[in-house]
Every structure is written in C-alpha cells, then in structure tokens.
C-alpha cells in the first residue's frame, strides 16, 4: 500500500496529470502540462532503444548543432571535447575530436583532452585532417597547425581535465579498457596499475591560448563520473554565460550510490528510495545546478539519426526520469511486454549509460534545437493528435515477482532476459 500510494502521488504531481497530452508548438507551449507529458510518454515507450549511450546520440546532436551554426567566427568560438578518446559504438571507431574537425574543419579551434588513449586520439586526428596539415609539439600537448597559414586547429592534451590543477591517478573500471579510466577512486580496478596524471582546467587553458572570452560552442565531458569537477574548471566560463551547450555522461559512474545500486550481484538494492533522495550526482539534482547557471536539461535521444531532446528541468521533472536509480527499472512500450532500461549481466550486475544535454537558454541554438532540429519526431506528435495514450503509464508499473522472461535464456552462455510479460 506505502509503494503504490508514493507511486500515486508522483504520477498525479507530475507529467503523468490529467492533461492531453500534445508536443509544443512554440516556446510559448514548451513548458505546459501537456507538453511536459508528450516528452514522458516519448521517453517511458521508448527507453533504452532511443536514449541507451551507445547508440551515438552525441554525435547526432553534435551533427544538428553543425547544420544550425556551419561557420561561426573562428576568432571568438571554440569546441571542447573533454574524454576525447576514440570509441567504438556500432560501426567501428569513431571520435568527437574527429567529428568537430571534420563538421568545421579549422574554422573553429579544437581542445580536447585524453589522458588514456593519447596515442590513438593523435593518429584519428592525423587521418581526418588534409594532408597539409602537421603537429607541432608544446608544453602543453600537441597543437595541429595547417602550412601556409598556420590557423590552430587543435590543441590535445595528453592530461585530464578538472578543478584545479594538481597531480592525480587514473585507472580503468574492473573488467574494462582504457575508455573506462577514471579519475574517481571509487570506480578505478584494483587491478590495474594506476597513471599519474596532472590535470588541467578549461578556464586556464582558455585563457593561455587567448580564447577566454570566445563562445563554447559544444563543452562535451565523457569522464566516467568526474564530469561535475571537469565543469567546476569551467566555472568562469560558465557563470559568464560564454557556453551553449553541454554534453554529460549520465550513468552508473555518476555517483558511488548509483555505482553499489549497479554493480553489487544478487542485489536489487536501489541507491535511494525517490529521486530527491538521492546522494550525490542525480539528474534531480542536476536540475538546480543548471536553472542556476541559466541552462535547461534534457534528455539526450535520436530516432532515424535525427536527435531528441526530453526537457527534465522544473515543470517538466518525471520521478521516472531517474533511470540509474533502481536497475529493475523498465519501460514498455505497448502496456504488454516491459524491458530493462539498465543492461544486466547474469550476475544481477548492471550497466546504466544515458546522455544528457545543458543547453543555455539565451543561446541562439535554443529554440531551433529544442522546436525543430532536437524536437519530438513527428510520427509520435501525429500519433498524441490522434488521441493515442499509453494508458499503461497511468498505472503502478507491474512487480517484479509478476512477470516472466518473454525469451528463451541460456544463462551458461551468459544470456540475460531482455524482454518481460505478465506471468499467467
């Protein structure tokens, strides 16, 4: 009874009202109720397919904010890829350092910091630029020059980004590589030999190559829980209103409840009973640290490439948003078959990867991001003006001891259940 009546409440104070649901038209609609519980019912039907990490809705938003701003000033914008290691999501190796130079070639410059993989972010790099181009060693890294004209195209920085600067150690996760590496004691393998590192600061270093007041255009921070210290080094920029958007990892690093709620085995042990209670990161929390600075947070999705932005900020918040908090959490999307929004190992163990996007509302990409090039896809708006509704969301969601694997699972082999029904 406690269960349901807290579920209850937080349906009918949420989203989840007694409003019809309709995506918004203008800005002047963005934040009703019935905005508000289009972006829920999206995001609770469609889940880990559209929002999982590793399906490369950072690059897509990267590409939308490229049709909307081609060619800023070169003089006063720059690019900030923080973790910018090269990854492998399906279709092979791929790198956000890569991609901006590739989308705005050197007419914008480039930072991007990797501690890790410095090696393999150095040679992606040389293989996208024109063959004209060449790395010049400094004290700081390496800063990619063009002959002739000799325009910075980038600087990398084999060191992490931060607070301070100050000497610390990284090291990858358990049973993970070099792209898990964290600079977060908590989350680091005790099994790995771990790297001094000495990190630097975004605000210093864009005041060494005189960029300080230049516009950030994309402040991407993939850093495996050190995130909020990589944005504190930032601080000037930040309260100074010089970046646009934000890109963060939201996930089972994002803080050590949501990391023992994750990976403890055998245990379904949520890292807090609400959202509000939750220790540390959140993305509830997240909400204060952004209004404050004059961002909005959302959701960062795609379907058919295209990117999706599921406002989370005041008005718009759904309990359920809070994905990494319980991983026997699920959506469905049909109110007959349900699915983890986490991804189990046979061990109960679980991994929790989603994005999140910050954007500044007075930034010129506000409105054209979050209307038009980001919005709601239009097969699902068609779908709310015809009066469809999930009713199964209206509804305390089904416990765990009522459903039953959809699938055959061979554990020996190291399946899990992906797919849940309603147990006759």
Not at 153 to 165: G, T
Not at 274 to 291: E, T, V, Y
Request: charged share 20%.
């Amino acid at each position: 009874p406690d269960k349901l009546k807290r579920w209850v409440e937080a349906a009918t104070a949420g989203p989840m009202s007694h409003v019809a649901a309709r995506c918004p038209r203008d800005r002047s609609t963005y934040h009703l109720p019935q905005s508000a519980r289009a972006f829920a019912y999206y995001f609770l039907t469609s889940g880990y397919g559209c929002f999982w990490g590793a399906n490369d809705h950072v690059a897509h938003f990267i590409q939308a904010v490229h049709t909307l701003s081609p060619t800023p000033s070169p003089n006063s914008t720059v690019l900030i890829d923080v973790g910018a290691a090269p990854y492998s999501p399906v279709g092979g190796d791929q790198s956000h350092t890569v991609l901006f130079l590739k989308l705005w070639g050197c007419q914008v410059p480039v930072l991007a910091f990797e501690p890790m993989s410095f090696t393999s972010l150095k040679r992606a790099v040389s293989e996208a630029l024109p063959p004209n181009s060449s790395f010049e060693r400094t004290s700081s890294g390496y800063t990619v020059m063009r002959t002739g004209d000799a325009r910075r195209c980038a600087e990398l920085y084999e060191a992490p980004a931060s607070d301070s600067p100050r000497e610390m150690y990284i090291a990858p996760q358990p049973s993970s590589g070099a792209n898990t590496a964290s600079l977060e004691t908590v989350y680091q393998s005790k099994r790995y030999t771990k790297k001094k590192v000495h990190t630097r600061t975004i605000d210093a270093e864009l005041e060494r190559i005189g960029l300080r007041e230049a516009s950030i255009l994309v402040l991407k921070a993939d850093v495996e829980g050190h995130e909020m210290a990589v944005l504190r080094g930032a601080h000037r920029a930040i309260e100074e209103g010089h970046v646009q958007a934000i890109l963060i990892e939201y996930g089972d690093k994002s803080s050590p409840s949501i990391w023992r709620a994750m990976k403890t085995p055998r245990s379904a042990e949520p890292a807090a009973a609400q959202p509000a209670d939750m220790p540390g990161f959140s993305l509830f929390s997240l909400r204060k640290w952004a209004s404050t600075r004059g961002f909005e947070p959302f959701l960062l999705g795609s379907e058919r490439r295209q990117p999706v932005l599921v406002p989370f900020g005041g008005e718009m918040w759904d309990d359920r948003y809070e994905v990494c908090r319980d991983k026997r959490f699920k959506y469905s999307r049909d109110g007959r078959s349900w699915s983890n929004m986490t991804a189990w190992s046979p061990d109960w163990s679980a991994v929790c990867w989603y994005d999140v996007v910050l954007l500044h509302t007075a930034s010129p990409l506000y409105e054209p991001l979050t209307l038009r090039a980001a919005g709601l896809p239009r097969h699902f708006c068609a779908k709310l003006d015809r009066g469809w509704q999930p009713t199964w969301l209206m509804k305390p969601p089904p416990e765990e001891s009522s459903l039953k694997c959809a699938h055959p699972v061979s554990h020996g082999r190291g399946e899990v259940c992906t797919r849940f029904v309603i147990a006759e």
